[in-house]
């Protein structure tokens, strides 16, 4: 069974730039999450779907980053324009609503370098 | 969720036994005690979780004090691939937010 998957993995962009992560959860996870780590802080809770709707987005740091999941399927976090304080490590995680037993399925992670 | 404490770093001989310890004072009676490990590079990856009972699955075990105050992930035999950062994380049960922590992290030496 497939992993949770993210692309790209490793994106180098210019400040005020645009950058879109893609992720695809677990086949049948409805929940969605997007974490990330900024250098030499925590991993932070950005936003949680159910399916296509949001269920908390009381993470995302401000309004240059947009959050999608269209069809419930996969999600996109787009952050528009790029500052340099956005450069990190972006997780995206999936888990079944039916079984919560708390276990998120973290894929490998985007790097994002603001230059 | 509760605030957890744990040792920043510690060291741990292949094939022994790695114990790790987590202060969680504040823990109320409806929150889990959650440990999750991140080896360099990869995702946060789920090792196991507990409300009062003691567990076991297949990569750990995990102990909590009977006031639930505290508890300590046992790694039964480490192994090098076991180095990477270990958090303990306190949940209230169909809350999806994590708070990850400062984590501990566990170098194992051959």
């Known amino acids: 069974e497939a992993g949770v998957t993210q692309f790209p993995s490793h994106s180098v962009i210019e400040k005020g730039q645009t950058v879109t992560l893609r992720c695809d959860p677990i086949s049948g996870h409805d929940n969605l999450y997007w974490y990330r780590r900024v250098m030499g802080k925590e991993i932070k809770f950005l936003l949680h779907f159910v399916k296509e709707s949001k269920q908390d987005e009381s993470g995302m740091p401000n309004n240059r980053f947009l959050a999608e999941r269209t069809g419930g399927t996969y999600s996109t976090l787009k952050v528009q324009p790029a500052e340099l304080e956005d450069s990190g490590v972006y997780f995206c995680a999936s888990s079944q609503i039916a079984r919560d037993t708390g276990e998120l399925f973290f894929g490998e992670g985007s790097r994002l370098t603001v230059l | 969720d509760a605030k957890t404490t744990q040792p920043p770093s510690m060291d741990c001989a292949e094939g022994r036994a790695a114990n790790l310890p987590c202060n969680h004072s504040?823990?109320?009676?409806?929150?889990?005690v959650y440990w999750y490990r991140q080896i360099h590079s990869q995702g946060p990856q789920y090792i196991i979780h507990g409300l009062k009972n003691n567990e076991t699955n297949e990569m750990a075990s995990l102990i909590i004090t009977e006031d639930r105050k505290s508890s300590t992930l046992i790694l039964p035999h480490a192994t090098l691939r076991d180095t990477a950062v270990y958090y303990c994380i306190v949940r209230v049960a169909m809350r999806y937010k994590l708070s990850f922590g400062a984590g501990t992290t566990v170098t194992v030496r051959a």
């Open positions: 504040t823990i109320s009676g409806n929150e889990y």
